[in-house]
């Protein structure tokens, strides 16, 4: 079966910095692969690159076989197939909550007003916001304005969904709701690429945690491995300033 991401031996650079050193990954249909790693390690170019909001220095990035990385590739059309939620939610602070959920579907999707509606209020609804689509992110608290971000990404219907550490900047009271939208999401099926320092999350959710620092892989498995019983000293001492 075509992984539905696949990164080949992928660097990347900011002039002489160098961030992703030479990066191997694949993720299946249906997968949620969550990356652990300390600050500064590259985990968030990393994502950038898998839906080219970075453009790789080398290597190639496929998403459902087909190469990004390529000089020919239609970008938006590759983009469109990727939804990303970011730590900030970056909602339209003057839009209503339907609105910020429609914008995208209309102007990029080329939808109707109806029919951009119709698909907001259900994935609305399935982050449990439907009584809030006339709200103003405003009036919303931080875990909300998140459930919003994360409909409107799926409102696009992608085929993957990327997450860059979408609770960190939420209260600790917020994080739960946000989670338990997530997990549903990974139980429908969803194929999600989550950075998290959400351990018990990654523990409970990914089928494969991928540790990273300094720019490389340094361990990988499934989380009963990498997270229960880390073989490298790098893992072992990240964890042990998390858990
Ligand atoms: P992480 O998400 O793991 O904290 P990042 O991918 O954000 O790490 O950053 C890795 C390194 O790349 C950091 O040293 C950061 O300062 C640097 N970096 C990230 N984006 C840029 C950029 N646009 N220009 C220059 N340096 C950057
Ligand atoms: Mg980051």
């Not at 909001?53 to 020919?72: I, K, M, R, S, Y």
């Not at 469109?80 to 900030?88: A, E, I, K, L, S």
């Not at 909550?97 to 999707?109: F, K, M």
């Amino acid at each position: 079966m075509t992984p539905m991401v696949e990164i080949c031996d992928l660097h990347k650079s900011f002039g002489s910095l160098q961030v992703l050193k030479g990066i191997d990954f694949r993720v299946d249909r249906g997968q949620v692969i969550c990356v652990i790693g300390p600050s500064g390690s590259g985990k968030s170019t990393l994502l950038r690159c898998v839906n080219l909001l970075e453009q790789p220095t080398a290597g190639q990035v496929f998403v459902e076989g087909e190469e990004l990385t390529h000089v020919d590739v239609d970008i938006d059309a590759a983009r469109r197939r990727v939804g990303m939620v970011f730590q900030q939610f970056n909602l339209f602070p003057h839009l209503k909550v339907l609105d910020n959920v429609t914008i995208a579907q209309r102007r990029v999707l080329k939808r109707s007003k109806a029919e951009a509606e119709r698909i907001a209020r259900e994935n609305l609804a399935k982050v449990g916001l439907d009584d809030k689509s006339d709200c103003y992110p405003a009036q919303l608290s931080g875990g909300q304005q998140q459930r919003v971000a994360i409909a409107r990404a799926l409102a696009m219907e992608p085929d993957l969904m990327l997450f860059d550490e979408p609770t960190s900047a939420l209260d600790p009271e917020l994080v739960g709701d946000v989670l338990t939208v997530m997990r549903r999401l990974a139980q429908e099926g969803m194929t999600m690429l989550v950075v998290t320092h959400e351990m018990a999350f990654a523990r409970d959710v990914a089928d494969r945690v991928v540790f990273m620092d300094g720019g490389v892989i340094v361990e990988e498995g499934p989380p009963e491995q990498v997270i229960g019983a880390p073989q490298q000293e790098r893992t072992r001492s990240f964890l042990r300033r998390v858990l």
